[in-house]
């Protein structure tokens, strides 16, 4: 058990336009989500951290306006690059735990190529 | 601020060889996990440390944990060259929001076990 799809795994599109990135958990309800950030080389870096039907609480330096994150359900996160330029270029990571001092389990990401 | 220190960044040996990847971090933490990630892949879970002392082996990986020094290590015996990934720690913090605790990387170690 404990499956996290990731949706899509790859996106490249142009500057300008806003890209949606769902996460789900299959097969458990997520009381909490978190997304991270991956450059190339580097290590994951946290977002920013939603639980279901309230607002998305995210990390010093990541803007609320450019990165939209929605938890409507307890099985589905949504993270949406808003207006995305080629800086916004990276790898993204969901993860979904059941709650509190359980473990995250991680989606398959999303590269995001932005031209 | 937490902060999560892994060395080598890098590392390139033998089949056959041990070595051993550190994991110092800055403040008091419970839990301490370690991934593995493959090139443009997500991470996978290889192991959970909960407690002082703790040790858990999986084939030819051995993690540890001293909660008193802050420090984990991650052991490779006779490495094989399947082994070859990028390995994370990552420790938990307390998030604030009440919800899952958010998870603070390590660089990570990149691996390479050269036939």
């Known amino acids: 058990g404990a499956v996290v799809s990731q949706h899509p795994s790859w996106v490249i599109c142009k500057s300008g336009t806003s890209v949606k990135i769902e996460c789900r958990s299959l097969d458990f309800q997520a009381t909490t989500m978190f997304w991270y950030r991956q450059f190339p080389k580097q290590s994951l870096m946290l977002m920013a951290t939603s639980n279901e039907g309230s607002k998305a609480t995210y990390e010093q330096g990541v803007e609320k306006d450019k990165f939209l994150i929605n938890h409507a359900s307890l099985t589905l996160s949504t993270l949406t690059v808003t207006s995305a330029h080629p800086e916004d270029s990276s790898f993204y990571i969901c993860s979904a735990s059941r709650g509190l001092r359980q473990p995250q389990h991680f989606g398959d990401g999303t590269r995001l190529s932005i031209l | ?115």
């Open chain 2, 1 to 115: 601020e937490l902060k999560v220190e892994q060395n080598p960044l890098f590392l390139s040996m033998q089949e056959g060889k041990n070595y051993t990847i550190y994991c110092n971090y800055s403040t008091t933490s419970d839990r301490l996990y370690w991934y593995r990630q493959d090139p443009g892949k997500s991470l996978e879970s290889l192991f959970v440390l909960l407690s002082n002392g703790a040790v858990k082996q999986e084939g030819r990986l051995m993690a540890s944990l001293d909660t008193k020094a802050r420090l984990s290590t991650l052991h490779i015996t006779a490495a094989v060259h399947d082994l070859s990934a990028t390995y994370f720690c990552a420790v938990v913090f307390q998030y604030s929001g009440g919800g899952a605790d958010g998870l603070t990387f390590g660089k990570g170690t990149h691996l390479i076990i050269q036939p």
